[in-house]
């Protein structure tokens, strides 16, 4: 009966007691699913309009919680949700709570953070002595990315007393997050002024809130530049760049220990098998020797590392190379950022279709120019990071459920995953082209 919360023809009865004629429902379709043991544990629908997308997240819930649950949150959450009678509503026959966007038990704040009136005299507050005395006279506020539970990316298009017009980003999350997050992007900016790359500048924080506001970083995103001339060379200085940032004298607040990285391993396996059943014990073999590898692997030097380092988190803008979204910062070992690179641009080769595409050319550029300038202790573990990542990137994409073809994705990441761990660290020679 849990599968029946991604077939949207069964959901669709409910959501259109809980809208209007016409709303959101009529257009539904599932985003993206979190699964545990028990099955589906949060999903993410769209519901796309002819002005933007309606989010609408659905939450296992046990029976005596639900109804309480969701009075709760109605009672908590008074911003109108356009088109929806309520923010929150049990289905019984489901066992999901379904919370309309900006609803979310995780980030009480969100409803005020994701409403133009509520913000503009935070923003006035917070940007005001920037602009001189001026007012807030209007804020539009978008949902750029949404992580239920977790955090949600917003746009605010200010506009100011006498016209002037400014576009910013804020970061919603939960509190831990927050202040993580917080506190190591003003450690890595106290000492990467003359980093190779740009980082994110934050123009304040909301405490109460729990959001910090930043300003935008143009660019393109380095994965979606494979066609230009300078790929590779942009490759090989991100490599570079990459390498200076784990060699800042820093200390981040939290740690990526071995006991998180079973924890990320386990969570995958079971996202795995939950979707591809039939190759469980395929799956089981590549959780143990993953784990193997994790437990036995000689302990690495913590260093500061981004946390999620992919060529969509780099940004070019001219000559100038940025870098974003760094709350999952910390530190950890760098060979987990170079690992984790490798598989995304592995990923994306796989999705491209070609064998011998400027993707595979770029993620040997990337990782040469690191090797050239790291020990050897990092680099013979990076072929069991770069294992790991294919792993968890294979679950990644599984839970994407609008992605084509992403069940041939998943197993074409698992053979890779399988392959690196056959070699072993001599497989970072053909990694890197050597060979």
């Known amino acids: ?122 923003l006035d507050a917070v940007l005001g002595p920037r602009h001189a005395g001026r007012r ?39 509190q831990a997050r927050f202040e993580r997050a917080r506190e190591a992007l003003g450690r890595l900016g106290a000492v990467g002024d003359e980093l190779l790359f740009r980082l994110p500048t934050s123009l304040g924080t909301v405490p109460s809130l729990c959001i910090e506001l930043f300003a935008p970083m143009h660019g393109l995103a380095l994965s979606d530049r494979s066609e230009a001339d300078d790929f590779l060379d942009l490759c090989s200085r991100a490599g570079d760049a990459l390498h200076e940032l784990h060699d800042l004298p820093v200390a981040l607040p939290s740690e990526r220990d071995l006991a998180t990285q079973l924890t990320r391993l386990t969570d995958a396996a079971l996202t795995l098998t939950w979707f591809l059943p039939a190759r469980a014990e395929r799956i089981e073999t590549l959780r143990r020797a993953l784990r193997a590898g994790l437990e036995t692997a000689a302990p690495a030097r913590m260093r500061p590392i981004h946390g999620d ?22 530190m950890g070992d760098p060979a987990d950022d170079v690992g984790w690179a490798w598989a995304q641009l592995t990923w994306l080769a796989i999705k491209a279709g070609s064998r011998t595409s400027a993707l595979q050319a770029g993620r040997r550029a990337l990782l040469s120019a690191y090797l050239a300038r790291t020990d050897m202790e990092t680099a013979a573990r990076v072929p069991l990071h770069a294992a790991l990542a294919c792993f968890l990137f294979a679950a990644r994409c599984l839970c994407h459920f609008r992605r084509p073809a992403r069940h041939a994705q998943a197993e074409a990441l698992l053979a890779v995953c399988e392959a690196l761990l056959e070699q072993g660290p001599p497989a970072i020679e053909v990694m890197s082209g050597v060979q």
């Open 136 to 174: 807030v006279c209007a804020v539009d506020v978008e949902a750029v990315r949404y992580k239920p539970g977790r955090q949600c990316v917003l746009r605010y298009d200010v506009t100011w007393a006498g016209g002037l017009t400014e576009t910013l980003f804020g970061k919603v999350a939960e």
């Open 309 to 330: 380092f992919h060529m969509d988190n780099v940004l070019v803008s001219g000559t100038r190379l940025g870098l974003v979204d760094l709350e999952d910062a910390t």
């Open 1 to 122: 009966m849990r599968d029946a919360i991604l077939d949207v023809e069964r959901v669709r009865p409910f959501l259109r007691g809980l809208c209007d004629p016409g709303g959101p429902p009529e257009r539904l379709s599932v985003d993206r699913v979190t699964v545990d043991d028990g099955g589906p544990l949060r999903v993410l629908y769209e519901a796309a309009t002819s002005r933007r997308v309606s989010l609408i997240a659905a939450e296992r819930v046990a029976p005596e919680e639900g109804p309480e649950l969701e009075e709760r949150i109605n009672q908590r959450c008074r911003t109108s949700v356009s088109g929806c009678a309520q923010p929150a509503a049990y289905a019984p026959a489901l066992g999901f709570l379904f919370l309309v966007f900006p609803a979310d038990p995780c980030l009480a704040s969100l409803p005020t953070a994701a409403d133009g009136l509520s913000m503009s005299p935070v």
